[in-house]
């Protein structure tokens, strides 16, 4: 069985920053993706970043640059990590944690509150 553990999330001011990390275990059969989904009241869960396993970098950017997933230790330590920068009331919402296995079964983490203040 695999389990996501989240970490981070929180209260921040418009214009300021937030770190999401999470760890996978009891992963059998290896990682095709990690990456970070989130879902805002009455709205559809939606993709924030994700990281592939055949990456050949260790880190990609979203949102225009203000989002940065960190897949360096996806590999050997089984984490990824979201950097938000420049984050903005819109961007409140219950951030979940995603593993897209070998075998194309997604796992989910328990989600993590990220509130933004204006």
């Known amino acids: 069985q695999v389990k996501l553990r989240e970490f981070g999330g929180g209260l921040v001011q418009s214009g300021g920053s937030l770190r999401l990390s999470c760890v996978a275990s009891?992963?059998?059969?290896?990682?095709?993706?990690m990456g970070w989904y989130r879902q805002a009241p009455g709205k559809q869960r939606e993709l924030v970043a994700s990281?592939?396993?055949?990456?050949?970098?260790?880190?990609v950017d979203f949102m225009e640059g203000r989002f940065t997933i960190f897949g360096g230790d996806m590999k050997t330590k089984n984490r990824v990590d979201l950097q938000m920068n420049n984050l903005q009331p819109e961007d409140t919402a219950v951030y979940y944690c995603?593993?897209?296995?070998?075998?194309?079964?997604?796992?989910w983490g328990q989600g993590t509150q990220v509130t933004v203040s204006s």
């Open positions: 995603n593993l897209r296995d070998a075998m194309n079964s997604d796992w």
């Open positions: 009891g992963v059998l059969f290896g990682m095709a993706s």
């Open positions: 990281f592939g396993s055949s990456s050949a970098t260790d880190s």
